[in-house]
Every structure is written in structure tokens, then in C-alpha cells.
């Protein structure tokens, strides 16, 4: 991962629930990434920050 963009201000969200369905562990993420409940829920959160989902 290039930590310029953690520099930048750039947050790295990883959903728990498919962590636990690929058998990934916390320590094998890299070091900026913090875990989210579920991908849906840190969508709710970051909605409710301004925050929209463009597909």
C-alpha cells in the first residue's frame, strides 16, 4: 500500500463480515486499514458524513 495517500488523508475501511467469510485476520491487513462492522454500515456512516456512493 503507498502511504502517500494515507498522507493525503485517504481512510482505508475493511467489512468485517467478509473478513470472517475469507478467514482474513486484523494482522494481515496493512497498517492504516481499520475494520467496519459491515460494508453497509460504513456506508450508512459516511452517508450520514456527506459522504455518497457513485456506481
Known amino acids: 500500500m503507498s ?3 494515507v498522507l493525503a488523508g485517504v481512510k482505508f475501511y475493511v467489512c468485517r463480515q467478509s473478513m470472517e467469510y ?3 485476520e486484523k ?3 496493512a497498517g492504516p ?4 462492522l459491515s ?4 456506508l450508512n456512516v459516511l452517508q450520514l458524513d456527506g459522504y455518497a456512493l457513485l456506481r
Not at 486499514?33 to 467496519?36: E, I, L, R, T, Y
Request: hydrophobic share 55%.
Open 22 to 24: 475469507n478467514g482474513v
Open 39 to 42: 460494508a453497509m454500515t460504513m
Open 27 to 29: 494482522s494481515e491487513l
Open 33 to 36: 486499514a481499520k475494520v467496519a
Open 3 to 5: 502511504y502517500r495517500v
